[in-house]
Nanobody, 118 residues
């Protein structure tokens, strides 16, 4: 089992920045961020493997940066140039196997809300 605790959400105007954090209870191979906007399905935002490989959704490429502190079992998502369409609940997830945006993740956090106003 892995427990995941997110923090760092909030409300910002368009063009602003936020940094999300996700603390894991132990080291795990893959961690990632997913989001769900009101009335829409969940989508992958970015993943980061234990060995440094990352994947990004096209919609956030160049604006968001995912990184991990392996020693602290913590995942981060630096979000810059935020847009209203980035609004949603952001979830941290973890997985022992593969590390793909469309993969099946076994462990999920409770989520943290991000709201970007126009």
């Amino acid at each position: 089992q892995v427990q995941l605790v997110e923090s760092g959400g909030g409300s910002v105007p368009a063009g602003g920045s936020l940094r999300l954090s996700c603390a894991a209870s132990r080291l795990i191979y893959c961690m990632g961020w997913f989001r769900q906007a009101p009335g829409k399905g969940r989508e992958g935002v970015a993943t980061f493997s234990r060995y440094g490989a990352s994947n990004y959704a096209a919609s956030v490429q160049g604006r968001f940066t995912i990184y991990r502190d392996i020693d602290r079992n913590t995942l981060y998502l630096q979000m810059n140039l935020l847009k209203p369409e980035d609004t949603g609940m952001y979830y941290c997830a973890a997985e022992e196997g593969s590390c793909y945006l469309n993969g099946a993740f076994d462990y999920w956090g409770q989520g943290t809300q991000v709201t970007v106003s126009s």
